[in-house]
C-alpha cells in the first residue's frame, strides 16, 4: 500500500515523500484494519471555525467543525486526500479532544471546494464558530471514498471515529495529545 503523507510548514500543509511513513506497529494495525500509519511528521492546522455546508450536524447527525479555506489557503490544494485522526482544541480552553477528519472533496456530495473537516470526538454544549480551533494529526486511516447511500456513508464516518478512539488510547498517538501547539496562546 502506497500511502502519501502530509507534513507541516509552519501552519501549511505541503505533501511528504512517501519514505516518511513509520513502519506500522502491531498493536496500530491491531487498533482496526484501516489504520495504516502514525505519521512522522505530526499536521499543525490552526485557524477560525466556520459555517460549513450545513449537512453535518442536520443531515449525518455528525457535527464538524469546518477549518476556514482561506486561513488554510493554497495549501489545502496540495494536502492529500483522506481521513485521518489527532487531537483537537478549541479558543482558550486547554482541554484537548480526540478527533477523526477528512481532508478532500466528499465525493458523495461532489463537493466543488476542498475542505478539511474534524469531527471532535466531544459533546458540546454550545457552538465555537469564530473560535481558534487548533488540529493536530497524526494518523493517516484511510484514502477519501464515495458511498452508495447515505447510510452506508454515516455507518462509515462512524467506525472511522471507532477507529480513532481506539487509535488514539495507544502510546504511540497518546502522547502526541501534550504537543504545546495545541495550547491557546496567551494574549
Known sequence: LFIRLLSPNIDCLVKMDSSAINDIPREIEDAGDDVKSLLNDVIK?????VKGFGRGSKELGIPTANVDSDALGQCLDEAVSGIYCGWASIGSSDEVYKMV????????YGNKQKTA???????????????EIRLLVVGYLRPEANFPSLEALIERIHKDADI????????????KKNDPFLKPQSP
Request: aromatic residues 18%; proline residues 10%; glycine residues 8%.
Open 164 to 175: 480513532s478512539k481506539k487509535a488514539l488510547d495507544l502510546p504511540e498517538f497518546l502522547e
Open 45 to 49: 492546522i490552526k485557524g477560525p471555525v
Open 101 to 108: 477528519m477528512s481532508i478532500g472533496w466528499n465525493p458523495f
Open 117 to 131: 473537516e474534524p469531527w471532535i470526538l466531544h459533546d458540546f454544549q454550545e457552538s465555537f464558530y469564530g473560535k
